[in-house]
């Protein structure tokens, strides 16, 4: 059963606050994901890599920033937290195979910038 | 650029009525088509895909067909059950203007299922 774990499952930041969400993903995938969610909007992609050292600007990247260590892990940072942040944010693990390939997806962090 | 569009915001039925999800898409490539379904709590999950045009996608009594001269990927099942309550996302897979592939999800459709 493919596996992705997101760490918090629930943060409040201060606005100008620095946070740093995580993902470790068990399925030995290449590709992983971040994606926030907002009612109206769907999923949106911010950033994605494709390998350990490697990462890329997704379709909303303003703001954040992405680190992936190792195959396992993807953090999605934001250095300078805003109100406008807030959302709930999804990681995801893919294998590599194009667009025919199923996502896997943890079960979501609930951010809140006050 | 690629698209797709969910108009149904919100959809009420009682059980055993039948479901319609309605979703269109743009795109100028050959894409991949997606079912995802998110239930309370949880992430997005696959519920089916459908690879080629023209070509029926089914599970758990859920099917879509991928019309490519109509551009709709609907959402469709005979008979709905309570534990069916869930958002529905239809989702494009195709590659991005960088030459990657990318996912893209319409806005999502929350299914409510009275007893």
């Known amino acids: 059963e493919a596996a992705v774990t997101q760490s918090p499952r629930n943060k409040v930041a201060v606005t100008g606050g620095k946070v740093t969400l995580s993902c470790n993903q068990t399925n030995n995938h290449n590709n992983m994901y971040w994606y926030r969610q907002d009612t109206g909007h769907g999923l949106r992609l911010i950033h994605y890599s494709y390998g350990a050292g490697s990462t890329e600007k997704g379709d909303i990247p303003d703001g954040y920033k992405a680190s992936r260590p190792s195959q396992e892990n993807f953090s999605l940072i934001l250095e300078l937290a805003t109100p406008s942040q807030t959302s709930v944010y999804f990681c995801?693990?893919?294998?590599?195979?194009?667009?025919?390939?199923?996502?896997?997806f943890g079960k979501g962090t609930r951010l809140t910038v006050v | 650029g690629n698209s797709v569009t969910q108009m149904q915001g919100q959809v009420t039925l009682s059980e055993e009525e039948f479901l319609f999800i309605n979703c269109t898409y743009s795109?100028?490539?050959?894409?991949?088509l997606f079912w995802y379904v998110q239930y309370p709590g949880e992430g997005p999950q696959l519920l089916l895909k459908?690879?080629?045009?023209?070509n029926k996608g089914s599970s758990r009594g859920f099917e879509a067909t991928y019309d490519k001269g109509t551009t709709s990927f609907h959402l469709q099942k005979a008979s709905v059950q309570e534990s069916d309550s869930a958002v529905y996302y239809c989702?494009?897979?195709?590659?991005?203007?960088?030459?990657?592939?990318?996912?893209?999800f319409g806005s999502g459709t929350q299914l409510t299922v009275m007893p």
């Open positions: 995801a693990s893919g294998a590599p195979g194009g667009a025919n390939t199923e996502v896997f």
């Open positions: 459908v690879t080629t045009a023209n």
């Open positions: 989702v494009l897979g195709d590659l991005g203007s960088s030459g990657s592939w990318q996912l893209i």
């Open positions: 795109t100028t490539g050959y894409p991949t």
